[in-house]
């Protein structure tokens, strides 16, 4: 059963921002929300993690809900390098592998 | 250059073929993982090694042999395949059986 909600498919132009939302009604406590990409071809490609506060690196935002059923990946300034397939995914941080759904393919276009 | 990586990029056999995809990785990881891309399908979980011990088989058809010899070296032996096996193996490493994951960039097989 899947544990994360995305939409298939969004666009974004190019220096835009790009927020993809995941919904995880069902998330519990220790639970975390993972985000990978995966760009055509290759192999997927770490993003960011967060249990509950909001997290920043130096590819993306991660926005947290105060209830925790969804999320939000925000990348500030897209560049057609982010055209790929990016995955949400919720996983314990004691237990279980990272199991990858069917994601939100963006496309950023000039 | 992820850290991670696989031989061959690519390659094609036949049903009645023996080969088999190499990873290696130098991050010092102790986890190691196979995944299988099938074409517009999701990333399925094959297998996972950690400290070199087979932790899980993900309901794996017996023609698919892992082999973990050491924490830096992930093998997938392959016979007697069938075209339906044709898809993107990923291998994929981790700090102590965690969360983030390194990938290589995979063997694309085809098998005729």
């Known amino acids: 059963d899947a544990k994360t909600t995305q939409p298939p498919s969004m666009d974004c132009a190019e220096g835009r921002a790009a927020n993809l939302p995941c919904n995880h009604s069902?998330?519990?406590?220790?639970?975390?929300v993972y985000w990978y990409r995966q760009i055509h071809s290759q192999g997927p490609q770490y993003i960011i993690h967060?249990?509950?506060n909001n997290e920043t690196n130096e590819m993306a935002s991660l926005i947290i809900t105060e209830d925790r059923k969804s999320s939000t990946l925000i990348l500030p300034h897209a560049t057609l390098r982010d055209t790929a397939v990016y995955y949400c995914?919720?996983?314990?941080?004691?237990?279980?592998?990272?199991?990858f759904g069917k994601g939100t393919k963006l496309s950023v276009k000039p | 250059e992820t850290g991670v990586t696989q031989t061959p990029r690519h390659l094609v056999m036949g049903m009645t073929n023996k080969k088999s995809l190499k990873c290696e990785q130098h991050?010092?990881?102790?986890?190691m993982y196979w995944y299988k891309q099938s074409a517009k399908k999701p990333l399925e979980l094959m297998f996972v090694y950690n400290f070199k011990e087979q932790t899980e088989n993900n309901s794996v058809p017996s023609r698919f042999s892992p082999e973990c010899p050491n924490s830096s070296h992930l093998f997938l032996h392959l016979h007697t395949l069938q075209p339906e096996d044709s898809a993107l193996y990923l291998c994929?490493?981790?700090?102590?059986?965690?969360?983030?994951?390194?990938f290589g960039s995979g063997t694309q097989l085809s098998v005729l």
């Open positions: 967060g249990l509950k």
């Open positions: 994929a490493s981790s700090q102590d059986w965690g969360r983030k994951l390194f």
């Open positions: 069902t998330i519990s406590g220790n639970e975390y």
């Open positions: 991050l010092g990881h102790n986890a």
């Open positions: 995914i919720v996983l314990s941080g004691s237990q279980g592998n990272l199991i």
